[in-house]
């Protein structure tokens, strides 16, 4: 039911569709012969070199979603400078949320390299210190990026219901997909040890897009299991300081305050919880993640 509930959720922010940050600029760079875009706020009398809080998504979604979009406008206001990132998932100078009609060639780990071209664009606009944000998803992602990858500008990292679990639900893809995992995957798998992975498994679905055309290098990437997808494996890799932030009435990643809460220390790792908030801290809630991300990233935290 649950799961039900979330696709709901996602079909009406597509809906929504992208819409910019008031005021914010929208940038563009290359990457893997791909156009990669992002929606760039300085706050009030903030350069560049006054540092930059850098924002990644979650599944399928993008920076205009609610979540973000909400979250930087707070953040701006408060004197922090965004840079909000739409992710390719393969296509170019993608905006809005993922149209699951389009076959599916992108792999969770394709944000990594993404991220990566972000903070060297950073770099080369003579940014100052980058704290590094991931939402869902995203927070696994942006923990994978400062735990395998890193970057000299990362100072700070800041996951918002980051995902758990090392792997997808066989019950959970049966009941999306309509067919077991496993033969789902024995397929996909069969494929890639032949040589073709860039071939199209059609209406095989992925993720929360049942039906979906994917290429089989992709489905065996997401579904393989892999306990570094579950981001509190990885927090003690973690270099630098990081805040975690659950929502109390999370029904999508759940057990985050079971998981993280006992290992926060207050300073290497901060751990809190907005109440009230569900997955997607909506409305005032942004406030309230942003309350707990401005004494974090206050010089002397």
Known sequence: MMHRKFLCLLALLAVVGYQPVAGAEEVRIEHGGLTLNGELGLADGKAMKD??????????AHNGMDTIKNL???????GFSTLAVNLSLGIDDRHGMYDCKVAHRHKHLDAVDEIGAWFDW????????VALFGHSRGGNQVARFATERGHAKL??????APSLGGGASPAGFERTHGRPLADAMAEADAMVKAGK?????????????PGADVAASSFVAYYTPDPRSDTSTILPEVKVPTL?????KDTVVRGLPERVGPMADGKALVFGVVDDADHFFLDLFAEDVADYMEEFLSPGS
Do not use: F, P, S, W
């Open 197 to 209: 992975g860039d071939e199209m498994l059609k209406g095989i679905g992925l993720l929360y897009c």
């Open 72 to 78: 930087t406008a707070v953040l701006n206001e408060r």
């Open 244 to 248: 975690v932030v659950a929502g109390g």
């Open 122 to 129: 950073l770099q080369g606009q003579g940014v100052g210190d």
């Open 51 to 60: 540092g930059i809080v850098l924002l990644v998504h979650g599944t399928l």
């Open 155 to 160: 100072v700070r990292l800041v996951l918002l």
